[in-house]
């Protein structure tokens, strides 16, 4: 094997094993930054060491115990802060072992649950919560996600640093939340992993109308956290709504890259083995008790894709579950999606009745999918001049490339 090849296979290694490790040391050590700094120094050893001595049969816990030993000399050296000293030796003197498989598979499954509740801990901003999540748990470098997010490389590195020293001087303990701020914390974690996939599904920004790989890596993180804590229901909602989701991303673009809507998508090339494995995380959500709103968006995602066509469509069903939706979680964004389907289930005049309640709401005044909606209505009333001005002014309002050309085609046909 030359050492290119050996380099990919490291980097191979690194990803699938990176989340373990810095999970693992954060037990030990109580602080996720230098949890990650004694990871990245395993990581540069085992790039030094590995190509001359040949890749271990067990290279997970290799790199583990070379960053316990990092560690281990940085206590030595005494180069950490007193307060990161004496945590640090109680740490070892806990926790240390001399097997190295279980080094790094001790308590992984919470460990790494532990990590997924820090990293998306509420004191931290929606920004820095996703940025830390794709870093620690996805593995992600500061380039790709950047690129990710069409964000400068610097801005995401000073995020993800700030977001470290937020909670190490907030004291965040390093562990699962218990009784009643498991339910506000769980909540965020969700939050995070569900912004990471809608910007991949529908992408705010740029020339491109989604980001495949940013639905990979939520689902990827919604799966694991499916694993680890499998009795929250919200979980199974969340990954159900997310594979139905994805089933569709092959379909949501045309040829050269433009956006295709729902009602007019290819529905045979929908992935029916991931609307299977969303209708079947759909039903252990819906085994865990009351339907929660990941949940029920995953219901009604499931209403689109038992149906053969738009028509065949059980518009009555999905309107509602919006109506649940909007009583247990009240959003003016699902009261829009409300009027959707109302339109659908009784007609444009109706649907237009509850969009033009919405047209004062604050919230929604730079939000483009309003007009766009009201267009769509409009259009179908045969209001075209009203229709155009609408999907133009949806237009204007869009950061998505894509969006806007498609959205200025619409209100170019509304005359046509």
Excluded at 291 to 311: K, V
């Amino acid at each position: 094997m030359t050492v290119a090849d050996t380099h990919q296979t490291i980097d191979a290694i690194w990803r699938i094993e990176q989340a373990k490790i810095i999970a693992g040391l954060a037990r030990i050590v109580r602080d996720v930054g230098l949890a990650e700094e004694l990871a990245q120094d395993a990581l540069v050893a085992a790039l030094k060491v590995w190509p001359e001595q040949g890749i271990p049969d067990n290279p997970g816990a290799w790199l583990m115990a070379a960053a316990k030993n990092r560690a281990l000399d940085a206590r030595r050296r005494a180069t950490l802060i007193a307060r990161k000293h004496e945590e640090l030796g109680r740490g070892m003197e806990e926790h240390e072992t001399p097997d190295l498989d279980a080094a790094l598979d001790d308590d992984i499954g919470d460990d790494l649950l532990r990590l997924i509740f820090t990293a998306c801990h509420p004191v931290l901003s929606a920004q820095a919560r996703v940025a830390l999540t794709l870093r620690l748990i996805g593995g992600l470098t500061t380039e790709e996600i950047a690129r990710a997010f069409l964000v400068a490389q610097p801005t995401i590195a000073q995020r993800i640093v700030r977001a470290k020293q937020a909670l190490t001087e907030a004291r965040v303990p390093f562990e699962v939340p218990r009784g009643r701020d498991r339910a506000e914390r769980l909540a965020s974690v969700l939050e995070v992993i569900y912004l990471i996939f809608n910007e991949g599904y529908a992408a705010t920004a740029g020339e491109d109308w989604t980001r495949p790989a940013l639905c990979e890596e939520a689902l990827r993180l919604g799966r694991i956290l499916a694993e680890l804590a499998a009795q929250d229901g919200e979980v199974h909602g969340l990954v159900a709504l997310m594979e139905i989701q994805a089933s569709r991303l092959q379909a949501r673009v045309g040829p050269d890259g433009e956006p295709i809507l729902l009602l007019d998508q290819n529905r045979a090339r929908w992935d029916q083995l991931l609307i299977r494995r969303g209708l079947a995380a759909l039903a252990r959500a819906q085994a865990q008790g009351p339907a929660g709103p990941y949940a029920l968006q995953a219901a009604i995602a499931a209403c689109h894709a038992r149906a053969r066509s738009a028509e065949a469509t059980d518009w009555p069903r999905i309107v509602a579950l919006y109506q649940q939706l909007a009583a247990i979680t009240p959003s003016p964004v699902i009261e829009l999606n409300l009027a959707v389907a109302v339109a659908m289930a009784d007609g444009p005049q109706a649907g237009l009745a509850r969009v033009d309640a919405l047209a004062t709401d604050p919230t929604l005044k730079s939000y483009h999918l309003l007009p766009s909606v009201r267009g769509d209505l409009l259009k179908k009333l045969g209001r075209l001049e009203e229709a155009r001005a609408e999907f133009e002014r949806a237009a204007a309002l869009t950061q998505n490339a894509r969006e806007k050309k498609l959205l200025l085609a619409r209100a170019a046909q509304a005359l046509s």
